[in-house]
């Protein structure tokens, strides 16, 4: 005989073991995350500390995998990829999609901002236009976090602008590809994932960058020296696909905006903190690391000149207004 408690009893155990089957699959979200950059970077690992906040914040319901060094997309595909829903976040340094809007590029528009307190300033300053063109493109921005102030690499030592004519120089973005140009050297665009193989192969012997690229690609194994041009600090975005983001419920979206306010301070504060160390290292390993002459200086400035009047005129009145709103900070 069947009486109501037991009933009760047996629907409620039905119930939970419904709920047991209906649990890993329905409670648990799995995304990836793709990132351009080694895992030991401090962007790699921030994204990995970031991750590990949402899935805490979310009592696990949230899982982000973060693939490290371009391992599942490669650098110059992960905003696409997120676009089109492939991945539902990534991580990659915005300026690389410059050609699709020149704010996309504020960042390295030279000795504009050099210092980490101006890159901040700038970022305050451009962040809404960025967001709205990413917005556009069915990506939410979640944060952006800089490398540290870009200097070149080379084999010998470079006195004036005149000395790198002819070098095999490696670009990353629209800007250092224009670099190349102007100073009269033969450049190859190449992602920081195979930059350690090709300086080992003697494809480029040359490269503008961070501290950080230099150590994460051992640049010691193949060049001697790195002038600390301090042409500017360009920054990483992570970002999550719009309507993966919406599907959530508010709760889940909230656990990713907090996570992504911390990750974006903490990102900050590695860069500043380990910028000096890079150096270090690559002293360390010894490179001779020291300051452009003034004639090398002043070379960079003028071609600095050209790259800042080739944005504007992309950028147009919406650059511009940026630019002006920046400089009254
Ligand atoms: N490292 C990246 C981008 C800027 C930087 O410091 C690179 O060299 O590809």
Redesign the pocket.
């Given at each position: 005989m069947i009486n109501r408690r037991h009933l009760a009893a047996a629907s409620f155990a039905f119930g939970v073991s419904a709920l047991a089957f209906a649990m890993p699959a329905s409670a648990q979200t799995k995304w990836n995350l793709p990132a351009?950059?080694p895992s030991d970077n401090p962007h790699s690992e921030n994204l990995v500390l970031f991750a590990k906040d949402v899935e805490a914040a979310t009592a696990g319901k949230l899982q982000i995998t973060v693939h490290p060094n371009a391992s599942l997309f490669k650098?110059p595909e992960i905003k696409r990829a997120v676009a089109s829903g492939q991945a539902q976040m990534g991580e990659v340094?915005m300026s690389l999609h410059e050609n699709e809007d020149p704010v996309y590029g504020i960042d390295v528009v030279p000795f504009l901002a050099t210092s980490f307190a101006d890159s901040r300033k700038l970022y305050t300053a451009s962040k809404a236009a960025i967001e709205k063109k990413l917005d556009s493109q069915g990506i939410k921005l979640l944060f952006m976090v800089p490398?540290?102030p870009?200097g070149v690499y080379a084999k010998k030592d470079i006195n004036t602008v005149e000395d790198m004519k002819g070098l095999k120089w490696r670009s990353?973005?629209v800007g250092t590809a224009r670099l190349g140009e102007l100073l009269g050297m033969q450049s190859v665009t190449i992602?920081?994932a195979e930059?350690p193989q090709a300086l080992a192969t003697g494809v480029v012997n040359s490269?503008?960058?961070?501290g950080?690229?230099g150590y994460?690609s051992k640049a010691w194994e193949s060049l001697t020296h790195f002038y600390d041009t301090q042409a500017w600090i360009?920054k990483?975005a992570t970002f999550v696909n719009k309507a993966a983001f919406n599907g959530l419920d508010k709760a889940t979206q909230d656990a990713i905006l907090k996570a992504a306010a911390t990750a974006e301070e903490r990102g900050w504060k590695m860069w500043q903190e380990k910028a000096g160390w890079y150096l270090d290292q690559l002293k360390a390993k010894g490179m001779k690391v020291q300051a452009p002459s003034p004639e090398l200086a002043a070379g960079f400035k003028k071609a600095g000149e050209t790259l800042t009047a080739d944005w504007l005129k992309k950028a147009g009145a919406e650059g511009q207004a940026i630019i002006d709103a920046y400089k009254k900070m």
């Open positions: 351009a950059y650098a340094l490398w540290a870009q990353y973005n992602q920081a930059l490269f503008m960058s961070s950080g690229t994460d360009p990483d």
